[in-house]
């Protein structure tokens, strides 16, 4: 690269090419300070190109779809548009509502970008009286958005806690307050587990759809899903064994058919 910094850790394949941010380090400043660059270079070896310039190294690749490019910051969308060598903002995250976006795990399909947004309110939880102030956290709704024409409408009427979009169909875990015993006689506080997600997994049909609920385990909390494919989960989750109260994360796949969970030790 012609650049000092280059995302190693944040790139997309696509038609060929490698998408990717970098930059130069000016005046010694922190990189989201300086300009971002938007780059490209063919899988097969090539000259780097440079596509576009950013205000600000905060932005990052999200996805690319044919000749469109993707990007988010902290509260706001953008498309680039390759031929036209044009950047649009397509969702903003203040001017809709919400004060923060998180897109760095989001699903596109069929022309609409799936993530999650974070309301201002947060939710007033089910916990003593004592705790409650600290224990608040924030709504997240899950969001489609169409690249295209920019609108966008909550996929799910409740708030979020994880999601996944796979098999034509919206997979999630709304949020709940929940406390999860992490030794066998619960004393204090420190000996349970604060989860902010719900114990069942639910799913809708792409577009909306009657709600299906798929598992339910009171003593799991889910951590990540990678995918749901052919009625089985593959994400992270925290989960007891039988002999003992282990909740360290672990790579897990939960078979909904059987509720079997298969864990592995994570490196």
């Not at 004592?130 to 799910?156: C, H, M, N, Q």
């Not at 619960?186 to 909306?208: E, K, M, R």
């Not at 909740?247 to 078979?255: C, R, V």
Request: net charge negative; hydrophobic share 30%; proline share 3%.
């Amino acid at each position: 690269s012609g650049f000092d910094w280059v995302s190693y850790y944040n790139f997309y394949a696509h038609g060929g090419y490698l998408y990717y941010f970098a930059w130069n380090k000016e005046n010694g400043l922190s990189m989201s300070f300086e300009p971002g660059y938007l780059c490209r270079v063919p899988v097969s070896g090539g000259k780097e190109e440079t596509l576009a310039e950013y205000k600000t190294g905060s932005e990052h690749i999200v996805c690319v779809v044919g000749n469109t490019v993707i990007t988010a910051s902290g509260n706001n969308i953008s498309s680039y548009d390759i031929s036209k060598k044009k950047i649009t903002e397509i969702f903003n995250a203040e001017k809709s509502g919400f004060r923060l976006i998180f897109a760095e795990t989001s699903y596109y399909y069929d022309g609409k970008l799936y993530f999650l947004a974070e309301k201002d309110m947060p939710s007033v939880v089910e916990a003593e009286e004592g705790f409650r102030e600290s224990w608040k956290t924030p709504d997240d709704y899950l969001i489609a958005l169409d690249i295209k024409t920019k609108k966008w409408e909550k996929a799910v009427d409740d708030p979020v806690s994880l999601f996944c979009v796979t098999e034509d169909r919206i997979y999630y875990v709304k949020k709940k307050y929940r406390l999860i015993p992490i030794t066998e006689f619960a004393l204090s506080i420190n000996d349970v587990l604060t989860v902010y997600g719900d114990s069942s997994i639910c799913s809708q049909p792409i577009g909306g759809g009657d709600e299906q609920v798929h598992y339910t385990n009171e003593k799991i909390s889910y951590n990540e899903i990678f995918s749901i494919k052919n009625g089985k989960l593959c994400g992270k989750i925290n989960s007891p064994t039988e002999t003992e109260y282990d909740y360290s994360i672990k790579f897990a796949t939960i078979d909904f058919s059987t509720g079997n969970i298969t864990e592995f030790d994570m490196p």
